[in-house]
């Protein structure tokens, strides 16, 4: 198998974006999770009006895709997807539920309830980006580059498609630590489990 | 240098019973497990759909009480395949599970006792795990509709390129809760009768449930089903409409057919969900990819739409075709009502079969197809 390396890299985490290790958008740590999104999107001049419809998964991990493509470039229309977390949808499973248990007037609503799946963040951003490829969301308890790491490297050289967007995105409405990174086959920075923890670990 | 990996066992726990060759068993009789359901548990109105009795589960497990219904249902279904193929729960073991929303019916329910923490899926895995002991956690695929499908392909992939494992455990499923009943109503997706897949009179879908299980080896062994090859595209349309042009699907469809060299293929066991648009998105991919005249069923008007378990439950009951060289009809089909042809199978006929496609799509525009052949 070919090497590949870390292209881009964008962290989500305690009211800060960075971009590259790079700090672009601060806001209070103790900003509620979609206030911090919804200002960000703002300040960074993101235009995108369907973003304004998301939940706060799509939100995020839209955000880092979008940043992502600033920094290096369009995405190949192949490339692959690989996205984990451990809270899946919690965010709108909670909104949802609360919805339809509500003591007064109790209810569903199709807006909410199309969120209640992980992969509906690929989705967005298949759409957003053009991207036709192949869309794998997991669940783990904690980050585990352990298995992303060679994961994407077999799924790349399977699929022979020269990208993948990958990507630690727990988010909810109380808490967002995502960290999503571009894997191809040129650049600097190893695709490596060792990178792969430093970038998470250095931004704690 | 890639290896093969085959089938060489399965499992399938539904409300038609327990085990896969009882269940096609069923099939071919025209047996369907859709019933009108009344359940304020579920839903404040009646529903046409597949429930798994409290009798075919309850107390059939060590330690019964301390485990959720859903993850109940996964473990009779694990521990019947185990029994029947003597797999060791062992390091060499690679363990998949796949729902779409696993034990969400605790969420906000009124009447639960488990911890807040069971309805997160890693929760899940980790009860399962202890209950037979496996060296890993089990891996969690949740892809919507087509996550179970998805899961073999992710299973395959793995043991192809690992050394590490022998072989895998692939198990998908999910349970009927008023979580995911109240969203299918919110989106009208439901049909109040059983459903009509590919007819011309379909009007939305039945929800389901079941619990489906593979084991996946690198040795072709006795009656072993090998996986030919799959193939997965997002539309990059809808995050909830079928794409009108099926683009994600055709070209799932025609990256597999690719993959596998092109083969014949002696049927299609389609998603077919039943509702207008998927029914006919699913026609307009198979006319561009020159299969319109395969033979074709969908499984949605015996078992409603299983969610995490229904791509893997109808991949299962495929293999039981080809093995038995049978074909399952498409229940619910009478009338056309596609723009592009089809050709669903009416009777359970006997012919020679050897290779199947199976195809499943879902909400946030995935799509996927796999190629099966009897070796």
């Given amino acids: ?204 | 240098m890639k290896t093969d990996v085959y089938i060489a066992g399965d499992c399938v726990f539904s409300p038609l019973g327990i085990g896969s060759h009882l269940n096609f068993e069923r099939l071919i009789d025209g047996e369907s497990a859709l019933v009108p359901i009344k359940n304020p548990d579920l839903s404040d109105h009646q529903l046409h759909a597949a429930r798994i009795d409290d009798a075919q589960w309850k107390g059939k497990i060590r330690n019964s009480p301390y485990y959720t219904r859903l993850e109940s249902l996964f473990i009779r279904t694990i521990e019947a395949l185990l029994q029947a193929h003597s797999i060791p729960p062992d390091e060499r073991t690679l363990v998949l599970l796949s729902t779409t929303k696993g034990n969400i019916s605790l969420l906000h329910s009124p009447h639960t006792s488990f911890h807040g923490d069971r309805v997160y899926l890693p929760e899940m895995g980790k009860q399962i795990q202890n209950y037979f002991g496996f060296s890993h956690r089990p891996l969690v695929i949740s892809n919507a509709c087509i996550s179970g499908a998805l899961a073999l392909a992710v299973a395959r992939q793995l043991l192809q390129y690992n050394d590490g494992y022998d072989h895998a455990i692939v198990v998908g499923g999910d349970e009927l809760s008023r979580f995911i009943v109240s969203g299918f109503e919110a989106f009208q997706a439901l049909s109040n009768e059983r459903c009509r897949p590919f007819d011309r009179d379909r009007n939305g879908l039945n929800l389901g449930e079941a619990i489906a299980a593979a084991y996946l080896t690198k040795k072709p062994a006795d009656g072993a089903v090998r996986i030919l090859s799959s193939a997965s595209f997002n539309d990059a349309n809808h995050i909830s409409g079928p794409s009108r042009t099926g683009e994600g699907l055709y070209r799932s469809i025609r990256e597999a057919l690719r993959l596998a060299g092109n083969p014949p293929i002696d049927f299609i066991s389609a998603h077919g969900t039943a509702t207008v648009y998927n029914d006919e998105m699913e026609a307009i991919a198979l006319d561009r990819c020159g299969l319109s005249e395969v033979p074709i069923h969908s499984l949605k008007a015996y078992y409603g739409h299983t969610l995490g378990a229904s791509g893997l439950l109808e991949s299962v009951l495929g293999i039981h075709s080809l093995r038995a060289n049978r074909l399952i009809p498409s229940l619910g089909f009478e009338h056309p009502g596609t723009t592009r042809p089809l050709r669903p199978i009416a009777t359970p006929v006997e012919r020679p079969l050897r290779t199947f496609l199976k195809t499943a799509s879902g909400f946030g525009g995935c799509n996927i197809a796999l190629i099966f052949e009897k070796v």
Wanted: glycine share 6%; hydrophobic share 35%.
């Fill in chain 1, 1 to 204: 198998m070919e090497s590949l390396y870390i292209q881009s890299f964008c962290t989500l985490r305690n009211g800060t974006i960075r971009l590259n290790g790079e700090p672009i958008y601060g806001t209070s740590e103790n900003t509620p999770v979609d206030d911090f999104l919804r200002s960000a999107y703002r300040q960074l001049h993101v235009d995108y009006p369907k973003f304004h419809k998301m939940d706060v998964l799509c939100k995020a991990t839209f955000l880092a895709t979008e940043l992502m493509a600033r920094d290096a470039g369009p995405y190949p229309t192949d490339t692959a997807l690989i996205f984990a977390n451990r809270s899946s949808s919690y965010s709108s499973d909670e909104k949802h539920a609360t919805g339809i248990y509500a003591t007064q007037n109790p209810g569903a609503s199709p807006a909410t309830f199309v969120y209640t799946l992980p992969n509906i963040a690929m989705g967005e951003i298949s759409i957003r980006h053009q991207l036709h490829s192949e869309n794998v969301f997991f669940i783990f308890d904690s980050y585990l580059p352990e298995f992303l790491v060679p994961y994407t490297a077999t799924a790349l050289y399977d699929k022979q498609v020269r990208e993948g967007l990958c990507g630690w995105t727990e988010v909810t409405a109380t808490l967002c630590d995502v960290l999503m990174y571009r894997v191809g086959r040129s650049g600097s920075m190893a695709h490596t489990v060792t990178n792969l923890k430093r970038l998470y670990n250095d931004h704690e």
